[in-house]
């Protein structure tokens, strides 16, 4: 089993692609999702541990709860950087919570919240039952 430092927070940035738009170069709601996947699965590697050793040992996280509060759109090519914190869990579960700002706007240098969330992640096995989550990755 990988062992690691637990990270608690970190952030990612990225700059919205033309594909994650709708018509009028609003960036999708669905397209938020991987952008805190990105920035959760770059908290687990500065704590020493990539997902896919995770997954070599038989650990998986999955999403059992997201929810998303949308406060101003996000536009096509601006600079978002997504902040995730983990905040919580138990014996199997990890709670997070992500603000998700636009940093840079038509090549200008922006801080604007544009949405907020948090994701609950289960520990399950290969076949998908709840498992314990390793020792390490506990939130305390």
């Known amino acids: 089993m990988p062992t690691g430092e637990v990270q608690r927070h970190g952030s990612v940035r990225t700059r919205v692609r033309y594909c994650e738009c709708d018509p009028m170069g609003v960036a999708h709601h669905g397209s938020y999702v991987p952008w805190m996947e990105m920035a959760r699965t770059e908290l687990l590697r500065t704590g020493g541990v990539s997902y896919a050793q995770l997954e070599a040992a038989g650990v998986f996280l999955v999403v059992a709860k997201l929810g998303v509060v949308y406060r101003r759109p996000i536009l096509y090519d601006d600079v978002v950087e997504v902040a995730c914190r983990v905040v919580g869990g138990g014996r199997v579960k990890i709670d997070h919570t992500y603000e998700i700002g636009v940093v840079e706007r038509g090549g200008a240098a922006c ?14 096995d290969r076949e998908g039952r709840v498992m314990p989550l390793p020792e390490w990755l506990m939130a305390r």
Request: hydrophobic share 55%.
């Open 111 to 124: 801080v604007e919240i544009a949405a907020t969330a948090t994701t609950t992640l289960a520990c399950v």
